[in-house]
C-alpha cells in the first residue's frame, strides 16, 4: 500500500541508490505540493510491459520472449519462484492520463499496477506455451546471470501492489490479464523479428 513502511537495503549494494532515489522524489514533491501548493501527482508503477520494450535493464518479458523466439534457452534466475505481477504498458498510461486530470490526487501517491501475482518459473512456462517454442527453460544463479555485478543486485522475493487507492478514487481496473499481456507483447515481437515493424 502506498502508506506502507518501506525496506531499504544496504547502501553497499548500489541497486538500492534507484529506489533511494526516488523516495527523495517524493519527498520532494509532496514538500512543494503542501508549501507551495504545486499540483503534484506521484505515481508508482509495478513491473510495466509491451510492445516497444527493451531487454537491457533486466526487463525478464521482453527477453522471455526474444529468446523463445529465438530457440535460445529461456533463463530464469535463482529458481524462480519470486513473485512479481506485470501491468500492460496501456493500463499504465491511462491511469496517468486519468490521474493527471483528477484534482483529488494533486499530492497525493498512487500505485498503477495489476494485482494478479505469477511466480517467474510460470511467466517463463507461459511465454514458451505462447510462442510454441521449443526452447529449453534455463535456471541459472545470480552470479551467472550478473557476473561481477553481482554483488550490486539483490532480489525482491514478492512484488504485489495494492491498487485499492485508484480503484477507490478512479473506478481503475487494470484491462490486461497476463494471459492477454504475454499474447499482446509476442505479437509485438514476432512481427518485429518478420520486419513488419
Ligand atoms: N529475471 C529472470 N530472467 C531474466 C531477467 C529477469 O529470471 O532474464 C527475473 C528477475 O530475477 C526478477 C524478475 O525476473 O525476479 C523480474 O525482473 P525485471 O528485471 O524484469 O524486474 P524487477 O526485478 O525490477 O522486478
Redesign the pocket.
Known amino acids: 500500500h502506498e502508506d506502507d513502511d518501506r525496506i531499504m537495503g544496504s547502501t553497499n549494494v548500489s541497486r538500492w541508490s534507484y529506489s533511494d532515489a526516488k523516495a527523495v522524489d517524493e519527498f520532494f514533491a509532496l514538500a512543494y505540493a503542501k508549501e507551495r501548493k504545486l499540483p503534484v501527482v506521484v505515481v508508482r508503477l509495478f ?1 510495466v510491459v509491451g510492445p516497444r520494450q527493451i531487454g537491457r ?5 521482453p ?2 520472449i526474444k529468446e523463445a523466439l529465438s530457440g535460445k534457452p529461456i ?4 529458481d ?1 519462484l ?1 513473485i ?1 505481477s506485470f501491468t500492460y504498458v496501456e493500463d499504465v498510461t491511462r491511469a496517468i492520463i486519468d490521474l493527471s486530470l483528477e484534482k483529488k490526487a494533486e499530492g497525493e501517491i498512487f500505485n498503477i499496477g495489476n494485482d494478479q501475482p505469477i511466480p ?1 518459473k510460470e511467466l517463463a512456462a507461459k511465454v514458451k506455451e505462447k510462442t510454441r517454442s521449443s526452447s529449453e527453460i534455463k535456471y541459472i544463479s545470480y552470479d551467472q ?1 550478473y557476473g561481477d555485478r553481482s554483488a550490486d543486485f539483490e ?2 522475493g514478492c ?1 504485489i501492489p495494492d491498487i485499492s487507492k485508484i480503484k477507490n478514487l478512479l473506478g481503475y481496473r487494470p484491462q490486461y490479464d497476463i494471459e492477454q499481456i504475454i499474447e499482446k507483447t509476442v505479437e509485438y515481437f514476432a512481427n518485429e523479428k518478420k520486419g513488419k515493424r
Open positions: 513491473n535493464y533486466g526487463m525478464v518479458l527477453r522471455f533463463t530464469v534466475y535463482s524462480g519470486q512479481r517467474i546471470a532480489e525482491i512484488r
